[in-house]
């Protein structure tokens, strides 16, 4: 299978400070990525997709000033949690598309916010 | 709409039993994707299986197996002689193209394996 590569897999920030987390696709290029938030026990949930080179689409719910996501490259999308709080605390994972229909994902990236 | 319900929260066995996880799946579209993802206590996502709608065939890979059933829209993965190391959380997630075009999943609500040595 494809590899995807997320950083960092644990991060601890201050209340109010921002965080940025990192999704690449080691080998294969990805027009789209997709970034989903798993609360302690609950199913993940889609946040956002996001394209190469234009705006991400947000999923009801999700504010985007608040969940900044940048897909600079075929190969790299980021997601900034800005002015972070604790209820942002969550474990946070991207997937890479490789195909119409095949999505690999990352390890994922658990944010405590104190 | 579509829904992937889980119905079971948790599952306890004892090694080397078989167990059945369910996934029933509700959607409009003739042409979807169905997949079931292993979550380990580490928290990455392990692929497992990918079924398109159009092939019912039930496949078996080594100790997993997948039942793939339209007329009950079920998509059920059994494993048999369980190990302590399939101890995780399964999701069954449906894909389908959203209104912009892109192929989201949705995640049922994961099932929890424990596996007893």
């Known amino acids: 299978g494809a590899v995807v590569s997320q950083h960092p897999s644990r991060v601890i920030c201050k209340s109010g400070t921002s965080v940025k987390i990192e999704c690449r696709s080691l080998d294969f290029q990805a027009t789209t990525m997709f970034w989903y938030r798993q609360f302690p026990k609950q199913s993940l949930m889609l946040m956002a997709t996001s394209n190469e080179g234009s705006k991400a689409t947000y999923e009801q719910g999700v504010e985007k000033d608040k969940f900044l996501i940048n897909h600079a490259s075929l190969t790299l999308s980021t997601l900034t949690v800005t002015s972070a709080h604790p209820e942002d605390s969550s474990f946070y994972i991207c997937?890479?598309?490789?195909?119409?229909?095949?999505?690999?994902f990352g390890q994922g990236t658990r944010l405590t916010v104190v | 709409a579509q829904k992937v319900t889980q119905a079971q929260t948790e599952i306890s066995v004892v090694e080397k039993e078989d167990v059945t996880l369910d996934c029933v799946y509700e959607t409009r579209d003739t042409t979807y994707y169905l997949f079931w993802y292993k979550q380990p206590p580490s928290g990455e996502l392990v692929f497992l299986i990918r079924?398109?709608?159009?092939?019912?065939q039930n496949e078996i890979s080594g100790r997993y197996s997948w039942n793939f059933q339209k007329s009950t829209s079920s998509f059920n993965f059994t494993i048999t002689a369980s190990q302590v190391v399939d101890s995780a959380v399964y999701f069954c997630?449906?894909?389908?193209?959203?209104?912009?075009?892109?192929?989201?999943?949705?995640f049922g609500k994961g099932t929890m394996l424990l596996v007893s040595p």
């Open positions: 997630a449906l894909s389908e193209q959203n209104n912009s075009g892109y192929s989201t999943l949705t």
């Open positions: 079924r398109n709608s159009f092939d019912e």
């Open positions: 997937s890479a598309r490789k195909t119409s229909t095949e999505a690999f």
